[in-house]
């Protein structure tokens, strides 16, 4: 399991120096950190838990002056120490980085009161009261509390046990399903490698060679190198701090908060539809047209807000709102965001982007605002997607998902878009339903495909691959033949298999005509020619080579037609067979039939194999049988 571990709290409460006692790492980059004893930008580190995951560590400022980088950080934390020095408690910073957790949908954290060694029992008790009437109504309000001196060493073994146990219960997986995406944090270049960007992946997975496209500079590129905590490494998962080395752009084109995806994935946007949620704490009433500052993912942008349902929004209310831009970005729905006020700076608010790429709206359309309301509610959704999860590995049609959900099928093709867009499904339209899997089944899909296969050709290099009919009942023998063929196709569409009649192989599979191949096909013919028309049976043929891999070999030459089998006759070389049907073919033109003692004696062979071969040339329709005689066909 990939996980991300971000501090929050207010400046000086010890959230660089906890991470260094955890990891023994310090994360202060710059030199005006170091020199200044706060953390500016944000810093990262990772260290292993005692089990077997390796967590990464983003530390965010503590300092006002610098919340917008710690936003840029939130965006990819699972878990979250909300760090407060004991001898000072509850101070401004930890209640905006709170709010900002819990706008943001910030799920699992864990509270550390730190300089334990500064203070005494009676002091600690008021603390903790405090602390609790504050987390009240909040997604920490039943965190686990533990107390640590980052100087001592007290308490450090205790919290990474708290951390461990906390990942292990209720930290879920991100989406490795869906398409990767990995909003920008830094951006640099390196000597003799070229422009480097770091961030956090939120969902999917990346690897080396991939094309992706950097939005919303819409700049191609290809992924030349990946590291994972400092470590070089092929793939990418969501839920991994990442660095990745890509080519043909310039560090110049690039900035915190672009972010890559594959290429055509997203679309650039002006503007959002969104839910807005004011802070109760807030003392600033936002109206039609207020210019705020917006921050989602590593983006900070200027904003209009246009209110859609109400005149002014006042501290503890929600509304629906579209939000006008004033330089482009690149979300998904369901994306979450901050608002700060424009000036002075502080943060009012913030809420889910519930249309990445609206169409301008009119204020108080009540036509607008009931889609918006369908939209944002997304319930229906989500069980459909859960039942198709579920049942993937039997490809339901649409009509089969309206038994199990007990739902019209119009409602359930509604929802079937929205997961459509969202990447989070796959379809295959037949003429009278249509059928689908999640995601997710379908790299479990791919993965054991590819590995099938790859294993096959290792063992079987003179095979043109495996049968279809093989990998439909070692993966998907539950479903229906010609959708299955669809998602075969789906496959080589993508580019990962291709076909050959009824064979599937990886898409760069290719048979090696190498010295073996070469050694027993010269051998064979020799063979053959010596039996002329004497045809050899497959098994004596494979006896009398002798040769390593000749069954395969000679399947192969059969199969490219240098060989022919002719049913129970046996095997002969193509120039042989062809001569034979010319022997055949003109005698009846020239006499208009053959018995099979002519034929026998125009072969020089016996009875057996000219009634084969007549047999045959009947079969194919050379030749007819009339009486005792074969004519033309």
């Given at each position: 399991m990939n996980i991300i571990i971000g501090t929050a709290g207010h400046i000086d409460h010890g959230k660089t120096t906890l991470i260094k006692a955890l990891t023994g790492r310090d994360t202060d980059r710059w030199e005006e950190e170091k020199r200044r004893g706060i953390t500016i930008d944000l810093g990262f580190t990772y260290f292993d838990l005692p089990d077997g995951n390796q967590a990464g560590i983003i530390d965010v400022p503590g300092h006002e002056k610098f919340i917008k980088n710690m936003l840029a950080g939130v965006i990819g934390m699972d878990l979250v120490l909300l760090v407060i020095a004991a001898d000072e408690g509850i101070m401004p910073q930890t209640t905006e980085h709170l709010n900002i957790l819990n706008l943001l949908g910030l799920k699992k954290g864990i509270v550390v009161l730190t300089k334990y060694d500064l203070i005494d029992a009676e002091w600690l008790e008021l603390v903790k009261e405090d602390i609790k009437e504050a987390l009240k109504d909040t997604f920490l309000e039943n965190a686990p509390m533990v107390e640590v001196s980052s100087k001592t060493g007290y308490g450090i073994d205790n919290l990474v046990n708290v951390i461990c146990k906390t990942t292990e219960t209720e930290v879920e997986?991100?989406?490795?399903?869906?398409?990767?995406?990995?909003?920008?944090?830094?951006?640099?270049?390196?000597?003799?490698?070229?422009?480097?960007?770091?961030?956090?992946?939120?969902?999917?997975?990346l690897k080396k060679g991939d094309e992706v496209e950097i939005y919303p500079v819409n700049k191609i590129s290809k992924?030349?190198?990946?590291?994972?905590?400092?470590?070089?490494?092929?793939?990418?998962?969501?839920?991994?701090?990442?660095?990745?080395?890509?080519?043909?752009?310039?560090?110049?084109?690039?900035?915190?908060?672009?972010?890559?995806?594959?290429?055509?994935?997203?679309?650039?946007?002006?503007?959002?539809?969104?839910?807005?949620?004011?802070?109760?704490?807030?003392?600033r009433i936002v109206e039609n047209r207020s210019r705020l500052h917006l921050y989602t993912g590593t983006s900070e942008i200027l904003c209009r807000v246009v209110l859609l349902d109400c005149d002014e929004l006042s501290p503890g209310e929600s509304c629906y709102a579209q939000l006008r831009l004033e330089q482009e970005i690149a979300v998904r729905r369901g994306d979450k965001f901050i608002i700060r006020f424009y000036s002075p700076m502080e943060t009012i608010g913030g809420g889910e982007i519930i249309e990445p790429v609206p169409l301008k709206k009119k204020r108080f359309d009540d036509k607008l605002i009931e889609e918006l309301k369908v939209k944002e509610k997304?319930?229906?959704?989500?069980?459909?997607?859960?039942?198709?999860?579920?049942?993937?590995?039997?490809?339901?049609?649409?009509?089969?998902?309206?038994?199990?959900?007990?739902?019209?099928?119009?409602?359930?093709?509604?929802?079937?878009?929205?997961?459509?867009?969202?990447?989070?499904?796959?379809?295959?339209?037949?003429?009278?339903?249509?059928?689908?899997?999640?995601?997710?089944?379908?790299?479990?899909?791919?993965?054991?495909?590819?590995?099938?296969?790859?294993?096959?050709?290792?063992?079987?290099?003179?095979?043109?691959?495996?049968?279809k009919s093989e990998v439909k009942s070692k993966f998907l023998p539950a479903i229906k033949q010609n959708v299955f063929d669809l998602a075969i196709m789906s496959f080589v569409q993508k580019g990962m298999l291709k076909m050959d009649g009824e064979f599937v192989s990886l898409a760069y599979f290719s048979i090696q005509h190498d010295e073996a191949y070469e050694k027993t096909a010269v051998a064979a013919e020799k063979i053959l020619e010596e039996a002329k028309f004497e045809f050899l049976k497959q098994d004596e043929l494979i006896q009398r080579l002798n040769l390593h891999k000749s069954e395969e070999i000679i399947s192969l030459l059969i199969d490219e037609k240098k060989l022919v089998k002719i049913g129970e006759l046996g095997i002969t070389k193509m120039e042989i067979y062809d001569e034979a049907k010319n022997i055949l073919v003109n005698f009846i033109t020239k006499n208009q039939k053959i018995t099979a003692a002519e034929y026998r004696d125009l072969l020089n062979s016996n009875r057996?194999?000219?009634?084969?071969?007549?047999?045959?040339?009947?079969i194919i329709k050379v030749t007819r049988r009339v009486g005792n005689d074969r004519v033309l066909f």
């Open positions: 997986q991100r989406d490795l399903s869906t398409i990767p995406r990995l909003p920008i944090d830094r951006v640099f270049s390196i000597t003799g490698f070229g422009t480097v960007i770091t961030g956090t992946l939120i969902s999917g997975t992924v030349r190198n990946i590291q994972v905590h400092s470590h070089d490494a092929e793939k990418a998962y969501a839920g991994q701090r990442t660095a990745i080395n890509l080519s043909n752009v310039k560090k110049t084109d690039l900035y915190r908060g672009c972010v890559i995806a594959p290429v055509n994935a997203m679309k650039n946007t002006m503007m959002l539809d969104v839910k807005l949620n004011l802070l109760k704490s807030s003392r997304g319930s229906g959704t989500d069980v459909i997607e859960k039942i198709i999860r579920e049942n993937s590995k039997n490809v339901p049609s649409i009509s089969e998902l309206a038994k199990l959900t007990a739902l019209r099928e119009d409602e359930i093709k509604n929802s079937i878009e929205v997961l459509e867009d969202e990447e989070k499904i796959t379809t295959f339209r037949l003429k009278n339903d249509i059928y689908l899997w999640h995601k997710s089944f379908e790299r479990e899909i791919e993965e054991g495909i590819e590995k099938y296969l790859f294993d096959f050709h290792e063992k079987n290099k003179y095979q043109k691959g495996a049968k057996k194999v000219a009634i084969g071969l007549l047999e045959h040339f009947d």
